[in-house]
Each structure stands twice: as C-alpha cells, then as structure tokens.
C-alpha cells in the first residue's frame, strides 16, 4: 500500500512539474504575442494618428479658403448697395 501511495506521489510531482513546464512556456508566448500586438496596435493608431492629423490640415485650408472667399463676397455685396 505504501509503494503505492509513493509511485501515486511521485507520478503526481512528475506531471505538476510537466504542467508547471508548460504553464510557464504558455505565459511566456503570451507576453510576447501581447509585446507583439501591442507594438502592431501602437504603430496602426500612429499612422492612423497622422492620417487624420493630414485630413485635418486639410480641412482646415478648406475652411479658410471658404471664409475667405465668403468675406470677399460679402464685401462684393454691401459694395454694390
């Protein structure tokens, strides 16, 4: 009974240390996928960044090209009354 109890023990100590073995080599793929992704999401929210940062400058000439094309008509109009 007592050989049995310890080849049960040992047999348990053998397959914590495999899962441990494991665990450990899953956790440390899962930091470097995470590393990864989060390094691939840093760089599309940067290049969407100065993608939109481009759309609002341009944008934003339009806006003063209206202003002013508007100022220059209504000054055309109160010129003429």
């Keep these: ?3 049995e109890i310890k080849r049960l023990d ?5 397959i914590d240390e495999k899962l441990s073995t494991k ?3 899953l956790d440390k793929t899962l930091h470097a996928r995470i590393a990864f992704l989060d390094d691939k999401l840093s760089a599309r929210i940067d290049s ?3 993608k939109l940062s481009v759309r609002i400058d ?4 339009k806006l003063k ?9 209504i000054k055309r109009i109160d010129g003429k009354n």
């Design 1 to 3: 009974m007592r050989a």
């Design 58 to 61: 341009s944008l934003d000439d």
């Design 10 to 14: 040992e047999r348990i100590s053998s």
């Design 48 to 50: 969407l960044d100065d």
């Design 23 to 25: 665990i450990d080599s």
């Design 65 to 73: 090209l209206l202003r002013a094309e508007l100022t220059t008509e």
